[in-house]
Each structure stands twice: as structure tokens, then as C-alpha cells.
């Protein structure tokens, strides 16, 4: 490999243990019908999230419910935790990451007390939106679907 060969696919690995669902039959019109942009989601199967895709965390709420990441290739995912946990003001969210910090897939995000939290809110399903705004023309490839574990690669953006 040259030395400025550089590598144009990101790929995104499961955050999560749990299954995949279609972004579509997420349980929020703003998630399911597309309006921050293209995706996939998660039913999490328990509490620990973890760095979907290496980079910096250009947004980390301070409730802990959601992690705006910024790969090196310009490439912005969100991964939302649950749906309406905002509300919870960070109940039952043990967050290990601040803003502006770098983190590498596998790196521990939140740790959710997911059987607290689930009883609050009306579902955990977890969107991992690609922002509209930073695809130009990327495309994304889900190569997996059914139950993952963290650090399965489910998709690939070119």
C-alpha cells in the first residue's frame, strides 16, 4: 500500500449486543421517516454502548442519551440511545467519554441501567443516524442484519 493511499470505505461496527432493526420501524417519525438522515438502529439487548466508528466526539448530550461522532474521512454519526430519554436527564446514564474527546471503536461511551431506564421511556430502540449533512454523496451498505454483538461490523459507508 502506497503512502498516501488512503482507504474511501468507513466501516461501522455494532455499538451495542442486540439486534439490528430497520431504521424505518423505529417508534419516532423524526428517526424512522429519515429526517436527520439515513441509518439502521438497535433493540440493545443490555447496557453497554460503545464507539460505533473511531473519532471525535463532536457531540455528547450532557444527559448521556446521545454521541455525535466525527470519523477522520468527514463521515458524522449519531447514536441515539432509546427513545424520549432526554427526559430523563441522565437518570440511569453512567457516561465515560466528554466532548472534543478522541475515542476508538470499542471505546466504552454510556453504560445504561437498561432495566430502569426501559420502564421510563417509551421504547430503547438505538438509531445510529449517518448525518445528512456529511455524506456528499456517500453511500451506506448494511452488511449484516438479525442479532449482532458489539463490535460486529454491520455496515460500511463508500
Do not use: W
Not at 436527520?36 to 450532557?62: C, D, H, Q, R, Y
Not at 467519554?97 to 431506564?117: C, F, H, R, Y
Amino acid at each position: 500500500m502506497g503512502l498516501f493511499t488512503k482507504n474511501k470505505n468507513l466501516e461501522i461496527y455494532a455499538p451495542v449486543d442486540g439486534e439490528i432493526i430497520d431504521l424505518t420501524s423505529v417508534k419516532d417519525e423524526v428517526f424512522a421517516e429519515g429526517m436527520l438522515g439515513e441509518g439502521l438502529a438497535f433493540e440493545p439487548a443490555n447496557g453497554e454502548f460503545v464507539a460505533p466508528i473511531s473519532g471525535k466526539l463532536v457531540t455528547v448530550f450532557p444527559s448521556g442519551h446521545a454521541f455525535g461522532i466525527r470519523s477522520k474521512c468527514g463521515v458524522e454519526i449519531l447514536l441515539h440511545i432509546g427513545l424520549d430519554t432526554v427526559t430523563l436527564d441522565g437518570e440511569g446514564f453512567d457516561v465515560k467519554v466528554k466532548q472534543n474527546e478522541s475515542v476508538n471503536q470499542g471505546d466504552t461511551l454510556v453504560v445504561v441501567d437498561l432495566e430502569e431506564v426501559s420502564k421510563k421511556v417509551p421504547a430503547m430502540q438505538t438509531p445510529l443516524i449517518f448525518t445528512t449533512d456529511s455524506m456528499s454523496g456517500r453511500k451506506i451498505e448494511i452488511l449484516k442484519t438479525g442479532k449482532v454483538s458489539k463490535g460486529d461490523l454491520v455496515a460500511k459507508v463508500s
